[in-house]
């Protein structure tokens, strides 16, 4: 598995997506290390980049994606299925942009930079796609994954403390022969520092990665100076947040730790407080996002939260969707009230319902196989599944997958046995409950009123204690 693209317990997800970091934080669905940060000081965008070249036909077409989420620019080729295309690059040194034909690549880009793309013919080997006359910026990162896919191995987090971090720390010094060795002096002050982040981040990472690779609801401990290299970080530095996508990623991976529970009022004005505290601008505009984000069903925190985003918020779409979230959240299905019901199909084909199961307790999980979170919670689900067997409980996971059979090759993937639906991505249930975000856990009485509306995930120990009370 390769750091640069598959630390995949690190999701591609967007926020909106996942709400990973409610609970306990979740640090995989950040990226920690994607090779598309922007590097160098933002300016006027008056430096331009050219990438042109030739596809297998004009019907196919290029979408170059900025840091991993934004669309820069949609390229066609024309009747001869060549293409050339410019775009205004920001940075002073180079940016990383991804090419998204076919497979993704990397592409580096910078002032005056002249790429060729060579995509008549699928090839294994990258290196063959990307020519023109800043190409061997390109070239380091193919590498760059190589060396990584070779070299680190994600059971790494299943080692002792002492033991991961020794072997973190070889692995960072390989790679760091390589980046100095390198003649080309930007390459080698970015891999500075995104070393430096991306190991801390790792390290910060390793407490949480540890125990779920031990499927436990025990926390992990470590020795006292296991975080010493964190003691360096200055996590309220703009200049970084801007330029650094590892730097990013710690910065908000940090902030979002200190909240292990939504619903606590105290955590949640800290967290507040602590935003309000933040001298960096650019900083402060990421904590309120990711605060919005913590409004939830349920959540006794909702309104403090929606009141701080609209009057403390400089960015008028962060607080239009806050308010459509907290007013969507608000009439949505409240506890009490008598669940809306569902009819999917399980793996036979045959109609399941909610009233299939009157008389137990039900508890379901909405997920999907592309989303990493939810995928991260089956174990607890299965363990979950097991500790109240012959229970009068019931564990049903219903798939938001828009297609059948990506969910039929999750079931066998992932070996998932009991009540298993499809739900497919649109349902008069999910509007119900407005579930805006994956994964959704529900916990229904056995007469079918909502007990919690957003129950606590599977790898919460407060849900066995919860199903036990209601037992």
Not at 136 to 143: G, P, R
Not at 295 to 306: A, F, K, Q, R, S
Not at 428 to 440: E, T
């Amino acid at each position: 598995m390769g750091i640069t693209n598959n630390l995949q317990f690190i999701e591609n997800s967007k926020l909106r997506e996942t709400k990973s970091f409610v609970g306990t934080f979740k640090i995989y669905t950040f990226l920690i290390c994607s090779l598309l940060a922007t590097i160098g000081t933002v300016h006027s965008q008056t430096k331009v980049a050219t990438i042109s070249g030739k596809t297998a036909g004009k019907d196919n077409s290029l979408i170059l994606v900025e840091d991993g989420s934004k669309v820069r620019k949609i390229i066609r080729p024309n009747e001869n299925a060549e293409f050339r295309d410019t775009l205004h690059i920001k940075s002073e040194t180079y940016e990383m942009y991804e090419v998204k034909f076919s497979k993704g690549f990397n592409v580096a880009l910078r002032e005056n930079s002249d790429i060729v793309l060579d995509l008549t013919e699928p090839t294994e080997n990258v290196k063959e796609i990307i020519s023109g006359n800043d190409a061997f910026i390109s070239h380091f990162y193919i590498d760059k994954e190589k060396f990584f896919n070779t070299h680190y191995d994600g059971n790494i987090y299943k080692e002792k403390p002492d033991v991961f971090k020794n072997k973190l720390k070889e692995l960072f010094a390989n790679w760091e022969k390589q980046w100095k060795s390198h003649s080309f002096e930007p390459i080698r002050k970015n891999e500075e520092k995104w070393s430096k982040y991306a190991f801390v981040q790792m390290l910060v990472h390793y407490p949480r990665a540890n125990q779920m690779h031990r499927k436990s609801f025990k926390e992990t401990k470590v020795p006292a100076d296991f975080f010493e290299e964190e003691k360096s970080i200055d996590y309220d530095n703009a200049d970084e947040f801007e330029k650094v996508n590892t730097y990013r990623k710690l910065v908000m991976s940090k902030l979002l730790s200190l909240l292990t529970n939504p619903n606590d009022t105290k955590q949640v004005q800290q967290l507040i407080d602590k935003t309000e505290k933040v001298r960096s601008q650019n900083i402060k505009a990421a904590y309120q996002e990711a605060i919005s984000d913590l409004i939830d069903h349920g959540n006794p925190n909702n309104e403090l939260i929606y009141n701080y985003i609209m009057k403390n918020s400089a960015s008028e779409k962060l607080r239009k969707e806050c308010e459509y979230i907290f007013l969507n959240t608000e009439k949505s299905i409240k506890k009490g009230s008598k669940s809306p019901s569902f009819s999917f199909e399980n793996e036979k084909g045959e109609k399941v319902s909610l009233e299939d199961f009157r008389g137990k307790l039900v508890y379901i999980d909405v997920w999907a196989s592309w989303c990493g979170p939810c995928i991260s919670e089956i174990p607890y689900l299965k363990k979950l599944e097991a500790d109240f067997k012959g229970k009068e409980v019931v564990f049903v996971s219903i798939s938001k997958d828009i297609k059948k059979e990506h969910w039929q090759q999750a079931l066998e993937k992932h070996q998932l046995k009991g009540i298993q639906l499809w739900g497919g991505n649109k349902s008069d249930f999910y509007d119900a409950y407005f579930i805006n975000s994956i994964p959704r856990f529900i916990l229904i009485d056995k007469k079918g009123k909502v007990i919690s509306p957003s129950a606590p995930e599977p790898s919460a120990p407060k849900i066995k204690e919860l199903i036990e009370e209601l037992l």
